[in-house]
């Protein structure tokens, strides 16, 4: 009897599900004002956005005061729990993306997550927007390596027994374009995010959605119907 194979869709958060810029810069901002440093501008806060946090502050800090990168991790994590207990921290979906998460179960796609963000973080918009029985794997930055590792992905394919060649990966960043590049899964860029589509294109995209509701299509077009 021939079994149809699983078909797994892995998608960044931040500026691929949930629009967490204005919470991100904002926090950034006083992470930075805390440790008593000049804040970065916010283009370039909404810049590193998929990076592990470690990373991110490296890149912010420009090669200078390097020493400074844990004291701004943990100044950041103090700022993001007390805008989430003051209820200040906002992150909301983008246009249909539950009605289309929830479409994309219901078709048979496996589905899984791979962020930038903290367990924690991911928890909270999983609680949030009552989205997390969707996904049967869930892969944040700090049980590993973050993007562009490959990491998260191998684990999300361990985890599902899903082969690479079954697997998409969807996200909003270059890091999520080279992430799926160094795994040998395809990537499907979104145009609502932080990175141009040129750069997911040059990135290793092969296609840019511009809607939630193109992605089921894209999906078919990139790795062929689930059923």
């Known amino acids: 009897m021939n079994t149809v194979p699983l078909k797994l869709a892995v998608l960044d958060c931040d500026g691929t599900i949930v629009d967490s810029k204005t919470a991100i810069v904002t926090s950034m901002t006083a992470a930075f004002v805390r440790a008593d440093l000049a804040p970065p501008e916010p283009r370039e806060i909404v810049r590193i956005v ?12 420009q090669g200078q005061r390097l020493e400074m990168v844990s004291t701004l991790v943990d100044a950041y994590h103090e700022v993001v729990t ?6 200040h921290w906002e992150d909301p979906l983008y246009p249909h993306a539950k009605g289309v998460i929830q479409a994309l179960n219901a078709a048979g796609w496996l589905l899984g997550v791979a ?17 997390g029985h969707y996904f049967i ?4 930055s700090d049980i590993g390596p973050g993007k562009p590792a490959p990491d998260m ?4 394919l361990r985890e599902t ?23 040998g899964v395809p990537a499907i860029g979104v145009s609502w995010g932080y990175h141009t589509d040129a ?3 040059a990135a290793g995209a092969r296609v840019i ?13 990139t790795i062929g119907k689930r059923t």
């Open 115 to 131: 962020t930038g963000k903290s367990k924690r973080g991911l928890d909270a918009v999983f609680a949030t927007h009552e989205i």
């Open 209 to 221: 959605v511009h809607g939630f509701r193109d992605l089921p299509g894209a999906l078919e077009s």
């Open 161 to 183: 027994g899903v082969d690479a060649h079954n697997t998409v990966m969807i996200g909003d960043t270059t890091f999520d374009m080279e992430m799926a590049m160094n795994a």
């Open 50 to 61: 998929g990076l592990n946090l470690a990373d991110a502050m490296n890149v912010l800090l």
């Open 82 to 87: 007390q805008q989430r207990a003051d209820g």
């Open 199 to 201: 750069e997911l294109l």
């Open 153 to 156: 992905l191998y684990r999300a």
């Open 137 to 140: 794997t869930a892969q944040t």
